[in-house]
C-alpha cells in the first residue's frame, strides 16, 4: 500500500510491508552538471575520468550505514522518442512504523544530497512520480535480465576428502570502468529500456574472511603437485582449476572486510521482445573485463520472474532460485548436513551479490558530460535541492505485488 504524501514529509512514498512495518522512498533527479569554460584545460581526458570516480566513490562512502535495512537504486530510464535517459537515485528506508520509516528518509537525505561536483541532483517532490520511477513499465516474460558475478563449478582432477567438485565466484574487476558505450547505447533503444543499480549497505558477515581464507589454503593444495602415486609411481599434477580458485578465494579474503555493499543490476525493456543482448553484454563487458567474471542471468521459470520483476519494482534484491545458480547441479545447491565444502551454498549465495568498494565504484556509474559529446540525459533543473535536515534484510515484497506497483 502506498501513502502519497505523508502529514509533515512532502516527497516521501511510504509502503506498507505484510507484517506492518513500511518502506519510505525518496529520489532525485540526476543531470550531468554543465562544464564551465576552461574546466581543467589541462588535464587529459584519464585525470578528469580519475576525479569523476574518486568524488563518486567518496559520496558512495558517506551514503553507507550500519541501519541495514538500507537501499540505494541508481536507474537509468530510456525515452525512445527523445532519445535521451532520464537518470534518477532512488532510497528505500525501513521502518518499524510509517513515521519511524519517514524519519528515517529524512536522516538519509542531507548525505544522499551532497552529490559530485559533476552531477546536479533535484529532489523529486510528487510521491507519484517517485511510484513513477520505480514502476516505469512492468517487465514481461523474457523482457527482463540481471548481470551477475560468474558462478563457475568444476570437478577436481585431485579429491578433497570426499568432495570430488569445486565451485568460485567471480568478481567485477574493472579498475575504472567507464559505462559511456552503455549510454550511448540505452539512449538508442528502439524500445523504453531501464537499467537498475541498487546497492544495500552491509558489513563482512562475522567469520567470513576465516572460512575464505581457509578455503584459498586449501585451493591452494591442490593446486600443487602431489606426491607421485604409490601403485604406478607418475607424478600427480596439480589441479588447473584450483589454481583459479586459489586466487579468487585468497582475493576474496583480503578484499571483503569491513564496510560492503551488497548489489544488484536489472535491465528491463517495454514489450514483449527480449532483452537486447548488446546491451546487457556491454554491461557485463563493463565491469568485468579482465576474467569474464559477469554473466547475464535471465528467470528460469513464472517464480523467476516474478522475484525479478519484484527486484527491479520494488528495490529488492531478493534470489531468484534457479537463474542464479547459474551452472551449479541441484545437488550442490543445498548443503547435506555441513558435508559440502569446497562447494558450500551459504558461502558461494555470500559471495555472489558481495560487492567491495571497488566494485561497487563499478557499477555505481553517476551521470557525466563531455566536451563536445551527445547529450544523452534529460536535463532537469539545474538548481541542487537543499534537503530539510531532518525488515531484516532480505524480502521487501510489500513495494512490489503481482506484477504491478503498490497502491
Known amino acids: ?3 502519497a504524501d505523508p502529514e509533515g514529509a512532502p516527497g516521501v512514498l511510504l509502503r506498507a510491508a505484510p507484517s506492518g512495518e513500511s518502506w519510505a522512498y525518496v529520489a532525485f533527479s540526476l543531470s550531468p552538471a554543465p562544464l564551465p569554460e576552461g574546466l581543467y584545460p589541462e588535464f587529459s581526458e584519464a585525470r578528469r575520468r580519475a576525479d569523476r570516480i574518486t568524488a563518486e566513490r567518496t559520496w558512495l562512502a558517506a551514503l553507507w550505514t550500519d541501519r541495514t535495512t538500507a537501499r540505494w537504486d541508481l536507474r537509468f530510464i530510456s525515452d525512445p ?5 532520464e537518470t534518477a537515485v532512488i532510497a528505500q528506508l525501513y521502518g518499524a512504523s510509517p513515521a519511524a520509516a519517514v524519519r528515517a528518509a529524512l536522516d538519509a537525505l542531507p548525505a544522499l544530497a551532497r552529490f559530485p561536483a559533476h552531477v546536479t541532483g533535484t529532489r523529486v517532490e510528487d510521491p507519484a512520480e517517485i511510484a513513477r520511477l520505480l514502476a516505469p513499465f512492468v517487465p514481461q516474460w523474457g523482457a527482463i535480465a540481471e548481470i551477475r558475478k560468474r558462478i563457475t563449478c568444476r570437478p577436481l582432477t585431485r579429491v578433497w576428502g570426499a568432495e570430488r567438485v569445486g565451485t568460485t565466484v567471480s568478481r567485477f574487476d574493472a579498475p575504472d570502468a567507464s559505462w559511456d558505450r552503455i549510454w550511448t547505447h540505452l539512449a538508442a533503444e528502439p524500445r523504453r529500456t531501464v537499467v537498475s543499480v541498487c546497492l544495500e549497505p552491509c558489513s563482512a558477515p562475522p567469520g567470513l574472511t576465516e572460512g575464505l581464507t581457509m578455503r584459498a589454503q586449501a585451493f591452494g593444495t591442490l ?13 600427480v599434477p596439480g589441479d588447473p582449476f584450483a589454481r583459479e ?3 579468487l578465494y585468497e582475493a576474496a579474503a583480503r578484499r571483503y572486510t569491513g564496510r560492503l555493499h551488497r548489489a544488484r543490476v536489472s535491465v528491463a525493456v517495454e514489450g514483449e521482445d527480449p532483452v537486447s543482448d548488446v546491451l546487457t553484454g556491454l554491461i557485463s563487458h563493463a565491469v568485468a573485463p579482465r576474467s569474464s567474471g559477469a554473466v547475464v542471468v535471465r528467470p528460469q521459470g513464472p517464480e523467476d520472474h516474478r522475484v525479478a520483476c519484484g527486484n527491479l519494482l520494488g528495490v529488492n534484491r531478493d534470489w531468484q532460485r534457479d537463474a542464479y545458480w547459474q551452472e551449479v547441479p541441484g545437488a550442490l ?4 548436513a555441513g558435508q559440502l565444502w569446497l562447494s558450500d551454498p551459504g558461502t558461494v549465495t555470500v559471495l555472489a551479490d558481495l560487492v567491495d568498494a571497488d566494485e561497487a565504484a563499478t557499477v555505481f556509474r553517476l551521470p557525466h558530460e563531455e566536451p563536445g559529446g551527445p547529450d544523452l540525459f534529460v536535463l532537469k533543473s539545474r538548481a541542487p535541492h537543499d534537503p530539510h535536515p531532518g525488515a531484516p534484510a532480505g524480502s521487501t515484497d510489500a513495494g512490489w505485488t503481482d506484477f504491478g506497483p503498490a497502491v
Open 1 to 3: 500500500m502506498a501513502e
Open 81 to 85: 522518442v527523445s532519445g535521451r535517459i
Open 223 to 235: 593446486a600443487e603437485p602431489a606426491p607421485p602415486d604409490p601403485m604406478y609411481g607418475l607424478p
Open 245 to 247: 580458485a586459489h586466487g
Open 333 to 336: 545447491r543445498t548443503s547435506l
